[in-house]
């Protein structure tokens, strides 16, 4: 199970949730220049796309092991 977080950092933190009880962080992406505002998942978990306080959005591919 995956989470995926936002932050006036700029970042995006990919985190490992399948254990509640050791929830490890699996990537952080830098691609925004600004604060990142929005997060959506596709419809078949394939894609993460990304809203930016810097007026781009940013889609990743979701690799699932």
Request: glycine share 4%; with cysteine.
């Amino acid at each position: 199970d995956t989470l995926f977080s936002a932050s006036s950092d700029t970042t995006i933190i990919i985190w490992n949730i399948s254990d509640i009880s050791k929830i490890e962080r699996i990537s952080i992406l830098k691609e925004h220049t600004g604060w990142v505002k929005s997060l959506c998942v596709t419809t078949d978990d394939q894609k993460l796309i990304s809203g930016s306080f810097d007026k781009t959005i940013n889609v990743y591919e979701i690799y699932n092991k």
